[in-house]
């Protein structure tokens, strides 16, 4: 099975709002961010919480 092959067949962490915000992954204001967005009772992958950020940063203001 190759590398690519094995990746793809395992499924994605998820972790919760307090464990993406104590990971060391994420900036200070990226912290503000996934605190200010992510529901709390909810999971989320690391893509998923990229994505949020990015969304909520490309928002347009009014």
């Known amino acids: 099975m190759k590398k690519s092959d094995r990746k793809a067949s395992r499924p994605e962490q998820s972790f ?33 919480a990229a994505k949020q950020i990015s969304v909520y940063l490309t928002k347009e203001v009014m």
């Open 16 to 48: 919760s709002k307090s464990q993406l915000l104590a990971a060391s992954r994420y900036s200070t204001s990226e912290k503000d961010v996934l605190a200010a967005v992510l529901n709390g009772e909810a999971t989320y992958s690391h893509e998923q």
